[in-house]
């Protein structure tokens, strides 16, 4: 199983590059990473089991690198990986004042 995200920013329309991501399992982080340019980590982990995870978005240090004040310092998104043996991507379309994210492929 492996794991990729991708940001974009909804307030510009374009990568949101720079943002600090970390993955945990149960408290204990598991894989981090910082999107590149084109506001994507391709791999952030690639040897998963089956369980619930968190990735953690620092939207406070991508919006204050910008001098923008946001209302969420960070979004964590909890998801089950049920399929051990299949790829999921996690996006996240973010602005200072909402964000959204849902199962890529």
Request: proline share 4%.
């Amino acid at each position: 199983m492996s794991l990729s995200t991708h940001v974009l920013d909804a307030t510009t329309g374009r990568p949101a590059s720079g943002v600090a991501v970390t993955l945990s399992r149960s408290g204990t982080e598991v894989a981090a990473g910082v999107t590149d340019d084109d506001g994507r980590i391709g791999t952030l982990t690639a040897d998963l089991s089956a369980g619930t995870y968190r990735l953690r978005f620092d939207t406070a240090g991508y919006f204050a690198a910008r001098d923008i004040t946001g209302f969420y310092p960070e979004v964590v998104i909890a998801f089950e990986v049920t399929e051990a043996h299949a790829h999921h991507h996690v996006p996240l379309l973010l602005s200072p004042y909402a964000y959204s994210t849902y199962r890529g492929s």
